[in-house]
C-alpha cells in the first residue's frame, strides 16, 4: 500500500510539472493593444482636385470663349468685319454701273429710232455670258450702223468707256457692241427674226422698252 501511494504522487507530481503555466501578464498585455486598435478609425482623405489651368484674356478681362463655328456665325462675323464693307459698295457701284450702261444704251437707241428695243436680264441664268443684252433692229443697214455708233459714243461720252470687242460693222447686219456686262445687239430684220435672240434666251427677264 506505501509503495502505491508513492507511485501515485509521483505521477501528480509529473504531470504537475509537466504542465506549462500559462503567461497570464502576456494576455493581459495583448488585450487592451487589440482593444486600441479597434477603436482606431483612419480619417478618409479628401478627394484631391486638378488644378485649374489659366483661361487667356483679353486687354479688358475677359475670359476668352471658342464659339462653335456655324454658318450664322461665320455669316455675322464677315459682316462685321469693316474690310468686307468696301467689297459691298464695290459690288453696289459695279450694278449701278451696269445698271447705267444698258440705260444709255437704249436711250441711244431711241434717239436714233431703233425698232422694238429689248433689255435681257441675264443674272439668274447659269452660265450666262453676261448681265444684259440690249437688243433692236434697223430698217436698212444704214440704219443698223447709225444705231451702234450712237450707242458706242454715248456711252463713251458718259462714261469714258469703249467696247471690250465689238464686230459686224462691215455688213451692218448684226452688230455686236461686248461691254462686259452688258451686250449689245443691232440687227437688221431679217437677221433678227432669223437667230431670234429673244427665244434662245427664253429664260431671261424680257422688258420691252416703248
Not at 96 to 106: F, P, T
Amino acid at each position: 500500500m506505501g509503495k502505491t501511494v508513492k507511485k501515485e504522487t509521483i505521477k501528480a507530481t509529473k504531470k504537475t510539472a509537466a504542465k506549462p503555466k500559462k503567461n497570464t501578464n502576456k494576455i493581459a498585455k495583448i488585450a487592451p493593444v487589440a482593444k486600441e486598435t479597434k477603436a482606431k478609425v483612419v480619417p478618409k482623405k479628401a478627394p484631391v482636385k486638378p488644378a485649374k489651368t489659366a483661361v487667356p484674356t483679353t486687354k479688358e478681362s475677359k475670359p476668352v470663349v471658342k464659339k462653335a463655328i456655324t454658318k450664322k456665325v461665320m455669316a455675322k462675323e464677315i459682316a462685321k468685319k469693316p474690310e468686307n464693307k468696301p467689297a459691298a459698295k464695290k459690288i453696289a457701284k459695279i450694278m449701278d454701273a451696269v445698271s447705267m450702261l444698258v440705260g444709255i444704251a437704249v436711250k441711244a437707241m431711241q434717239e436714233k429710232k431703233g425698232k422694238d428695243i429689248v433689255t435681257l436680264d441675264l443674272r439668274r441664268i447659269k452660265n450666262s455670258i453676261t448681265d444684259f443684252f440690249v437688243v433692236c433692229h434697223g430698217e436698212s443697214n444704214t440704219q443698223v450702223n447709225a444705231l451702234a455708233r450712237s450707242v458706242e459714243d454715248e456711252i463713251y461720252k458718259a462714261l469714258g468707256e469703249d467696247p471690250f470687242h465689238k464686230e459686224g460693222f462691215e455688213n451692218s447686219e448684226w452688230i455686236l457692241l461686248d461691254y462686259f456686262n452688258m451686250v449689245v445687239h443691232v440687227f437688221n430684220k431679217e437677221k433678227r427674226d432669223f437667230f431670234g435672240i429673244e427665244r434662245l434666251w427664253a429664260d431671261a427677264i424680257i422688258e420691252e422698252i416703248k
